[in-house]
């Protein structure tokens, strides 16, 4: 929250997120660096731009799948891995699947955390259960939902896999994620239009 109230107007207000690669960024140690990868190519200016003489990140135009499966384990050996796809292809899930497994069998170590919509239930659950099948040994599941997911709806429900997850995460996760649910739930907006109570979900898909 302290990274987005950084963007903060002279009045204290928040018009625009700023998004993971800037979020990411101002949480980098002094000896940590960042890669960042885009294949749209007015989205690549637009992120190139942002990061125009730091040293400590580098932008490139690439699929970030073939960057996932093709630059890791990094030469440190530790690091973490954030991917925030745009789900326009109907085959997402199924392509993050597939190229986690790739990645985590090169490099076992790493952090992976991959954001989803939770619109399909049915995608999200066969999703998840990929790394258990998989016996990946330390997976943590994290969703919220500000209202009933509908299909054809606008996106109210999001989730994260974390493969590796900090060993703090799921605690301070107990106490972030029913916070900021009930945040965003009491938007007037999101209180007019909603159905049910707003929920939260912390599940360890698999531990070692």
């Known amino acids: 929250m302290d990274c987005i109230e950084s963007f903060a107007g002279d009045d204290a207000s928040i018009t625009s997120y700023p998004g993971s690669p800037l979020i990411t960024r101002i949480l980098l140690r002094s000896q940590d660096r960042m890669a960042a990868y885009e294949l749209h190519p007015e989205d690549f200016i637009t992120l190139k731009e942002q990061f125009v003489g730091d040293y400590q990140a580098r932008v490139t135009a690439l699929d970030g799948w073939m960057a996932l499966t093709g630059h890791v384990p990094p030469k440190e050996k530790r690091g973490a891995v954030l991917i925030d796809p745009p ?15 790739e990645a985590y069998k090169k490099w076992p170590g790493g952090t992976y955390a991959f954001w989803y919509p939770a619109k399909t239930r049915r995608s999200v659950e066969t999703f998840v259960q990929t790394f258990n099948s998989a016996k990946i040994p330390d997976v943590l599941r ?4 500000i209202a009933d997911q509908k299909p054809d709806g606008p996106m109210v429900a999001t989730g994260m896999v974390i493969i590796n997850p900090p060993y703090t995460l799921e605690d301070e996760a107990q106490i972030l994620l029913p916070w900021l649910t009930t945040c965003l739930s009491t938007d ?9 109570s707003a929920r939260h979900l912390i599940e360890v898909v698999s531990q070692g």
């Not at 789900?87 to 497994?101: D, M, R």
């Not at 994290?142 to 939902?145: R, V």
């Not at 007037?188 to 049910?196: C, D, E, G, I, L």
């Open 87 to 101: 789900f326009e292809a109907t085959t997402e899930f199924e392509t993050a699947a597939s190229k986690l497994l």
């Open 142 to 145: 994290l969703e919220m939902a």
């Open 188 to 196: 007037a907006n999101v209180q007019k239009n909603k159905s049910s």
